[in-house]
Structure formats: C-alpha cells, structure tokens
C-alpha cells in the first residue's frame, strides 16, 4: 500500500499532503471505475496544490464511462503518496463462468487501459485456475509472476500475497477483486497503487457487516429506489417507458423498440415473479422520469394475477399524467379481468397481444404533449 | 420421446411446502406431472393436496415414493445444500428453480457434481418441459405450449415464454424446451442440451436463445462445428442493443474479452450453420418458414 489518508475537505487534504510530503496524488472517493480519464485522479506537486484539487472534487459529481450521464457524488478523496514507477502489472481474482471456478488472473500489461489488452491482446493476460477443495496455492502465484518477467525472489514474495487476497476473497464472498496498478517503483518496492473489491449482491445475507457499509447515494436516486425494491432499473435517454418482467425478454423488446426507431427511457426489470405491488412501484419510477412520453407495460406469466396488476398501475398514475399513452401487453391469470380494470380507468390504454404488435402500437401513438 | 423429463419422470419436490412450491406444484401436476413426493426437512409426515407425501429427508423420498428426479424451490441460502442432498440420495436430474444462490456456492456445487452422473438444469431457471409427455418440471406458462418436434434451449425466462408462445402461434409444437438459466454458473449448458436433442429421434430442429455475457454461446458454436449437433438450429442473441453494463472494476470484461458482445455471438453461430433470427418479434415466423422446407 502507499503512504497516505482520506480528506472530507480540502484542508484536510492539505495536511494530509504536508504529512507525507512532496509530490501526491488526490483521488475522488466513489462507485466507479474509470476516474483516472475523467479527471477524478490528479496529480498535485504541492500540498498547496493538493487542497485546490481537493476544493474541486469534494461536493461535485464525477462522471466517467462507468457511470450514468450524472455521474456519482464525491464526497471524500484519497491523498497518496506520489512513486517513482518502474513498472505496472494488474492482478485480479473473479468468479468464471465459463471456467466454472474462481480464476486468479495477472498481466504485465496494468494500468488504465488493461480492458484494450484484454481485447488485442489476451495473449497478455495469465490466468491459474483455482481448485476450490484446495484453493489458491503459492505454485500458482510464483507461475504468474514469473509468467509477468519477475525476478523469483520478488516472484516469492508476491505468491504469498496473492494467497492472502485469494483468502480474503473467499472469506468476504467477493465476485471481483483487482489490484490495478500493482506498481514496481524505481526503489524496488511492490506497491498496491488501486484495489477495488465487489461483493457478491446474493451473498449479503451472510455479511450483514459488509452489506450496511452500502452507499445507496453513489446510486442514481431512482436506481437506488428501485434496487433497494428488488427491481433492476437503468435509466437511459429515450423516450418509450419500458416496466416488463425478466431480463432477457426485457433486453430483447430493447432491441425490437430500437430496431423499430425508437428510444427506451429506461431499461426495467420488475424481477422476482412479477408481484403486483411491485409492478406499481416500478411504474411509478418509470413514470418519474419526465422524458417518458409513451410506456409499454409487459407481464408474462408472473406468479401476479392480471387484476391485481391493473389495480397496481392505475393507483401508480399521478392525476397530471393519466393522458399518457400506456401500450400493455399481459399475459397470465384472471387477464379478462385485469383488462377490465383498466379500460374503465380513464387511462389512455392500448391492449396488444403480441410483440410485433407492441412495436407497431408504440409506433403509431403520437408521444404526448408535455405536461405543464 | 423428449428429453430430460417425460411419462418416466417420477418427481421430487423440494421446498414443496413454501408459498411458490406449492403453487407451482398445484400447476405442475395439473399438466400432468407424475409428481411422487415432496421433501421439506421437519414437515415430514404432511401430505400435498391428500396425495403427495412429504418427507424430511430427500434418500426417504428416493427409498420410500421412487423419486428418480427433482425440482428445487428452497429459498438461496439453503439451495445449494438441497442440490447436493439430492444428489447424495441419488436423484439423477436436479432441477433447481431458486434464484439468488451465492456465486461460490455453486463453484462448489458444480465442482462436486462434476465427477457424478447427475444432470443439473438450472439454477435460476424456468425448468423443463416436454409437452408431448405431458411432463412439466418447472415454472413456465402451461397453457402456451404445443407438442411438436421443434426444441427450445434458452439462457433467459421470460424470453422463452415469449418464442414458446410465438411458436405455438406459428403452429410450431415443442419436444422439450429447456431453461438452462441465466446465472454465470448454471449446471447443464447450451453444448449438453444440444447434444441430447441430436439424439432425440423426436427432435428435428433447435430454437437456442442466448443473450449478452459469458461464453456459452460460443461453446455451442464450436460443439457444432465439431460436429456434436447436426440438426437444423435457429439463433436468437438478445442485448444487442443493450448499453454498456454499469460496473466496478475490469475483471468480468478481461476474463470474456470480446465474446461477451451479442455481434461476437450472432458470428460465431452464423459461421456455425445457424439460422439467425432476426429480431424477438420474429422467432415464430422465421422457424416456420425456415421448417417448411425441411418437412
């Protein structure tokens, strides 16, 4: 690890850089990678200039390729000591389907564009299968380091290292964890210059320590509602309002609405067998996105009954916005019924029965006027 | 004939007595699912609808009612512990409904089944059916399928749901439509799906349904230019106009490179032979057609 200490405010900041002295780096604090390209990561000379770099990262929202177009507030950055690099290598451990196993990965080739590496050149990135009976063994580590052009003594000491993240990735249920850029200084130190770790969503039942450390204010505001719903929202910049069940048909009618010409607002999952009150809260998170203009609503065989969805999304729809062309697409118990509901609402509703029909509708329907 | 499940199946259901067993249950054995025994540990001794025992331990519900095959609904946290009590009992296909199962719990469980005779379909899976045999093992819609010769193997739900649906529109009918489920680790894969429908003499023609991430579609590709699947497939990749995922760190797009992309995918089949739907809309459509010339 480098030398160095977390700032909330930019005299913070300022002392930490006088107490490790010389040159520093600062690092915005947030759920994302990709900070180095947009600016998140700076590199100061003086603490003078620590505290203007902290000044203006503290309290703005820093958007890189990882995150939404608002990107992720940062609310505290890392003072670090600033190395004399000789080299970087990458290390990371992820869980591997295709491998069905746990697969220790290093590449001589670290830094910031290690994903291009992976594309041209995955020649470069080795990789140590991990029997999960026996786990991750010092043979395995001393092989991707030499495989990286280490020297066997540096080899030695980096196996055992490994073994240790190995363990800790284990013991914390991680599905990723990367050191990236593992540096060789110039002094012929092994410093960890960036880590990040991520812990397995379905395993925080069994690490409620780890699952109250979540920051849910890194998260989009309605992602974050949605998320904490069980539901899978991602917000995009179109403007047909997608609320459907399951991710691939989801993913699928994406590319049938786009295929079409048009744009989805949003990407939705309702998720967990389509339950009325949560079809009636995602409608309601879809419809808090203004640029929604037109939504298709698409339930198949949920374990929810039609009529209890339709009561759902007629009490999910504010008075202000009930003009708003809704094409629904149901599919499952007491359907006629669910129809019903929905008919009488008042609602502007378009009843269809297949995909293709779907896409037409939605091409038809002129968007509605924009509400005052 | 079919594969996997048929008239043969004698099945377990373990998790029977939760809410979603016993819906479920209710539903499969309306199809006609031979449905033998459930199994939830100390609600041994109870029946299901008057006529199904359940046990405590699933070897009782193998020694005892003659399960040859199972269904899982037992909620995450304890899912992994019913596949391998399963299997310890002898059970030789394991499908398992539950979603949300710790990714190095099924590290371990595929590890162990690796050296077993046992099928595992799943986990986060609709599961199987086969229509003809009036055998459903799994969550799917009933009511939209139709007895046929055309299979359908599929990474995704609700998107199974939907080709199943347009195919029996098209007058398509089904011999087995497999969920293989959408988890990064799921037990049976495209590759061992396609092999059993090559030696299905029921099965003329295959409806695989991959998406964006991972391999498997790939693999499937390979297996048939190896000449394990001989039969008419037809291919639809979803996500190919999905945004880049949000996420942390590099690991999950450095372990795939560039096959996670749903183009690598659509090529990859393609170069295999595969007939490539065009679109979700079209699934029906492009199977009839492309059917009626190889009657």
Same mark, same amino acid.
């Given at each position: 690890?480098?030398?160095?200490?977390?700032?909330?405010?930019?005299?913070?900041?300022?002392?930490?850089?006088?107490?490790?002295?010389?040159?520093?780096?600062?690092? /915005?604090?947030?759920?994302?990678?990709?900070?180095?390209?947009?600016?998140?990561?700076?590199?100061?000379?003086?603490?003078?200039?620590?505290?203007?770099?902290?000044?203006?990262?503290?309290?703005?929202?820093?958007?890189?390729?990882?995150? *939404?177009?608002?990107?992720?507030?940062?609310?505290?950055?890392?003072?670090?000591?600033?190395?004399?690099?000789?080299?970087?290598?990458?290390?990371?451990?992820?869980?591997?389907?295709?491998?069905?196993?746990?697969?220790?990965?290093?590449?001589?080739?670290?830094?910031?564009?290690?994903?291009?590496?992976?594309?041209?050149?995955?020649?470069?990135?080795?990789?140590?299968?991990?029997?999960?009976?026996?786990?991750?063994?010092?043979?395995?580590?001393?092989?991707?380091?030499?495989?990286?052009?280490?020297?066997?003594?540096?080899?030695?000491?980096?196996?055992?290292?490994?073994?240790?993240?190995?363990?800790?990735?284990?013991?914390?249920?991680?599905?990723?964890?990367?050191?990236?850029?593992?540096?060789?200084?110039?002094?012929?130190?092994?410093?960890?210059?960036?880590?990040?770790?991520?812990?397995?969503?379905?395993?925080?039942?069994?690490?409620?320590?780890?699952?109250?450390?979540?920051?849910?204010?890194?998260?989009?505001?309605?992602?974050?509602?949605? *998320?904490?719903?069980?539901?899978?929202?991602?917000?995009?910049?179109?403007?047909?309002?997608?609320?459907?069940?399951?991710?691939?048909?989801?993913?699928?009618?994406?590319? /049938?609405?786009?295929?079409?010409?048009?744009?989805?607002?949003?990407?939705?999952?309702?998720?967990? *067998?389509?339950?009325?009150?949560?079809?009636?809260?995602?409608?309601?998170?879809?419809?808090?996105?203004?640029?929604?203009?037109?939504?298709?609503?698409?339930?198949?065989?949920?374990?929810?009954?039609?009529?209890?969805?339709?009561?759902?999304?007629?009490?999910?729809?504010?008075?202000?916005?009930?003009?708003?062309?809704?094409?629904?697409?149901?599919?499952?118990?007491?359907?006629?019924?669910?129809?019903?509901?929905?008919?009488?609402?008042?609602?502007?509703?378009?009843?269809?029965?297949?995909?293709?029909?779907?896409?037409?509708?939605?091409?038809?329907?002129?968007?509605?006027?924009?509400?005052? | 004939?079919?594969?996997?499940?048929?008239?043969?199946?004698?099945?377990?259901?373990?998790?029977?007595?939760?809410?979603?067993?016993?819906?479920?249950?209710?539903?499969?054995?309306?199809?006609?699912?031979?449905?033998?025994?459930?199994?939830?540990?100390?609600?041994?001794?109870?029946? +299901?609808?008057?006529?199904?025992?359940?046990?405590?331990?699933? @070897?009782?519900?193998?020694?005892?009612?003659?399960?040859?095959?199972?269904?899982?609904?037992?909620? =995450?946290?304890?899912?992994?512990? $019913?596949?391998?009590? =399963?299997?310890?009992?002898?059970?030789?296909?394991?499908?398992?409904?539950?979603?949300?199962?710790?990714?190095? @719990?099924?590290?371990?469980?595929?590890?162990?089944?690796?050296?077993?005779?046992?099928?595992?379909?799943?986990?986060?899976?609709?599961?199987?059916?086969?229509?003809?045999?009036?055998?459903?093992?799994?969550?799917?819609?009933?009511?939209?399928?139709?007895?046929?010769?055309?299979?359908?193997?599929?990474?995704?739900?609700?998107?199974?749901?939907? =080709?199943?649906?347009?195919?029996?529109?098209?007058?398509?009918?089904?011999?087995?439509?497999?969920?293989?489920?959408?988890?990064?680790?799921?037990?049976?894969?495209?590759?061992?799906?396609?092999?059993?429908?090559?030696?299905?003499?029921?099965?003329?023609?295959?409806?695989?349904?991959?998406?964006?991430?991972?391999?498997?579609?790939?693999?499937?590709?390979? +297996?048939?230019?190896?000449?394990? +699947?001989?039969?008419?497939?037809?291919?639809?990749?979803?996500?190919?106009?999905?945004?880049?995922?949000?996420?942390?760190?590099? $690991?999950?797009?450095?372990?795939?490179?560039?096959? !996670?992309?749903?183009?690598?995918?659509?090529?990859?089949?393609?170069?295999?032979?595969?007939?490539?739907?065009?679109?979700? !809309?079209?699934?029906?459509?492009?199977?009839?057609?492309?059917?009626?010339?190889?009657?």
């Amino acid at each position: 690890m480098p030398r160095g200490g977390l700032a909330s405010t930019p005299a913070e900041a300022r002392q930490v850089a006088e107490r490790l002295g010389g040159a520093c780096y600062v690092k /915005a604090q947030v759920y994302a990678g990709g900070r180095a390209k947009a600016g998140g990561i700076r590199k100061a000379a003086t603490p003078q200039e620590a505290e203007g770099h902290a000044a203006a990262l503290i309290g703005s929202r820093l958007v890189t390729a990882q995150t *939404g177009p608002d990107g992720v507030p940062v609310h505290r950055v890392l003072i670090e000591e600033a190395l004399e690099i000789e080299r970087e290598l990458y290390l990371g451990i992820v869980v591997d389907g295709g491998a069905e196993a746990v697969v220790v990965m290093a590449s001589s080739a670290g830094g910031v564009d290690i994903e291009a590496v992976a594309r041209e050149h995955p020649e470069l990135i080795l990789r140590q299968v991990v029997d999960p009976v026996v786990g991750f063994q010092p043979y395995q580590g001393r092989r991707l380091a030499i495989g990286m052009g280490l020297p066997a003594a540096t080899a030695r000491s980096l196996a055992r290292q490994m073994v240790s993240l190995y363990e800790v990735f284990i013991a914390k249920d991680c599905s990723l964890a990367e050191i990236n850029p593992l540096v060789l200084t110039k002094d012929g130190r092994m410093v960890a210059l960036d880590a990040k770790i991520n812990v397995d969503d379905d395993a925080l039942f069994r690490h409620e320590d780890l699952a109250a450390l979540r920051d849910w204010s890194q998260l989009d505001p309605l992602e974050a509602k949605a *998320g904490q719903a069980g539901i899978s929202y991602v917000k995009l910049d179109g403007d047909v309002g997608c609320l459907m069940n399951g991710a691939g048909l989801a993913m699928a009618t994406m590319d /049938a609405i786009k295929g079409a010409g048009l744009a989805p607002a949003n990407f939705l999952d309702v998720g967990g *067998g389509a339950a009325a009150e949560r079809v009636s809260l995602a409608m309601s998170i879809v419809l808090q996105d203004s640029g929604v203009k037109r939504v298709l609503l698409q339930v198949l065989g949920g374990v929810a009954r039609c009529d209890d969805i339709a009561t759902g999304i007629v009490q999910a729809m504010p008075p202000e916005r009930r003009g708003l062309p809704l094409v629904v697409r149901l599919l499952g118990t007491n359907l006629e019924e669910g129809k019903a509901i929905l008919r009488q609402s008042g609602l502007n509703v378009r009843f269809v029965d297949t995909l293709l029909e779907a896409i037409e509708a939605l091409q038809e329907l002129q968007p509605a006027p924009s509400t005052a | 004939m079919s594969i996997l499940v048929n008239k043969d199946t004698r099945l377990l259901v373990q998790g029977l007595t939760g809410h979603q067993g016993q819906f479920h249950t209710a539903q499969m054995l309306a199809y006609g699912t031979n449905i033998v025994a459930g199994a939830t540990p100390g609600r041994g001794g109870q029946t +299901f609808q008057g006529k199904v025992p359940v046990y405590d331990e699933v @070897d009782d519900a193998v020694h005892q009612a003659g399960a040859n095959a199972s269904i899982i609904f037992v909620p =995450a946290p304890g899912a992994a512990d $019913a596949i391998l009590e =399963a299997a310890d009992a002898g059970i030789r296909l394991i499908v398992c409904i539950t979603e949300g199962i710790p990714a190095l @719990d099924m590290v371990k469980v595929l590890h162990t089944l690796r050296e077993q005779d046992v099928t595992l379909v799943g986990p986060n899976c609709p599961g199987v059916i086969s229509p003809g045999e009036h055998c459903r093992v799994g969550i799917m819609p009933s009511e939209i399928h139709k007895p046929g010769r055309v299979g359908v193997v599929s990474r995704s739900g609700t998107l199974t749901y939907e =080709a199943v649906y347009q195919l029996t529109q098209a007058g398509v009918g089904q011999s087995t439509c497999v969920g293989i489920g959408g988890d990064p680790l799921v037990g049976t894969t495209f590759v061992e799906a396609l092999a059993l429908f090559q030696d299905d003499t029921d099965t003329d023609a295959v409806v695989l349904i991959g998406e964006i991430g991972g391999i498997k579609e790939q693999q499937a590709a390979e +297996f048939i230019k190896a000449g394990g +699947f001989k039969k008419r497939l037809f291919a639809l990749i979803a996500g190919l106009t999905a945004p880049p995922g949000k996420r942390m760190g590099h $690991a999950g797009a450095i372990i795939t490179g560039k096959a !996670a992309l749903a183009s690598s995918k659509i090529a990859a089949l393609q170069e295999a032979g595969a007939t490539i739907i065009s679109g979700p !809309a079209y699934i029906g459509e492009t199977v009839r057609r492309g059917m009626m010339g190889h009657g």
